[in-house]
């Protein structure tokens, strides 16, 4: 159980476009989904925490007009590249909490990530 | 702002070899230290630890942690190469959000 999936695993796109990466928990309904953001060689940086139904809240330094986050529903949350530049090429992954431990440890699923590159 | 910091940044050792990696961490609101063992794809969960001095274990991993030091350690005895990855440590907070800050991370190499 408590399987979480992205898709696509991995996308290559030309700067100036817009790509969607999508996080969906298979199993289980998830309240909270985070994603995070991971640089060849160093640690998962945390871009936003996304909560069904409302507004994703943002880490300092990320710009929210460029990734854009939307959680409609209990099992998908998707995050939207745009105007991608080269610099945007990075390791995207997706994490979700269960909604049925809600207030205890929050064990975070993690997504087998989306590998993004911007030529 | 919240602060984890692993050491060693990288290590090679020889299999059979044991080896100890370090976290120390500085948050507020403070919850629980978990970590995480990372090869090519998503993080993997192993431990993770909420009380002082209480020891965490599984097959040859065990970890434990310091909440009047703010720090941690993983213990993998008998290393193979399988073992090899990078190892992350982070810190759960108090927030509803469950909000987790990583680690630089370790990472490991062990050799034949």
């Known amino acids: 159980g408590a399987v979480v999936s992205q898709h696509p695993s991995w996308v290559i796109c030309k700067s100036g476009t817009s790509v969607k990466i999508e996080c969906r928990s298979l199993?289980?309904?998830?309240?909270?989904m985070f994603w995070y953001r991971q640089f060849p060689k160093q640690s998962l940086m945390l871009m936003a925490t996304?909560?069904?139904?409302?507004?994703?809240?943002?880490e300092q330094g990320v710009e929210k007009d460029k990734f854009l986050i939307n959680h409609a529903s209990l099992t998908l949350s998707t995050l939207t590249v745009t105007s991608a530049h080269p610099e945007d090429s990075s390791f995207y992954i997706c994490?979700?909490?269960?909604?049925?431990?809600?207030?205890?440890?929050?064990?975070?699923?993690f997504g087998p990530g989306t590998r993004l590159t911007v030529t | 702002e919240d602060k984890v910091v692993q050491s060693p940044l990288s290590l090679v050792v020889h299999e059979g070899d044991t080896v100890t990696l370090n976290c120390s961490y500085e948050?507020?609101?403070?919850?629980?230290l978990l970590w995480y063992k990372q090869e090519k794809k998503a993080p993997t969960f192993l431990f993770m630890l909420?009380?002082?001095?209480i020891e965490k274990k599984s097959g040859r991993l065990s970890s434990i942690l310091d909440k009047k030091e703010l720090f941690s350690i993983l213990n993998i005895t008998a290393t193979q190469t399988g073992d090899s990855a990078i190892y992350l440590c982070?810190?759960?907070?108090?927030?509803?959000?469950?909000?987790?800050?990583f680690g630089t991370g370790t990472r490991l190499q062990v050799t034949l």
């Open positions: 994490s979700a909490t269960d909604v049925w431990t809600s207030g205890s440890f929050d064990e975070q699923y």
């Open positions: 996304s909560n069904e139904g409302s507004k994703a809240t943002y």
């Open positions: 909420t009380s002082s001095g």
């Open positions: 199993d289980f309904q998830a309240t909270t």
């Open positions: 982070a810190v759960l907070n108090t927030g509803t959000a469950s909000k987790l800050t």
């Open positions: 948050v507020t609101n403070f919850r629980s």
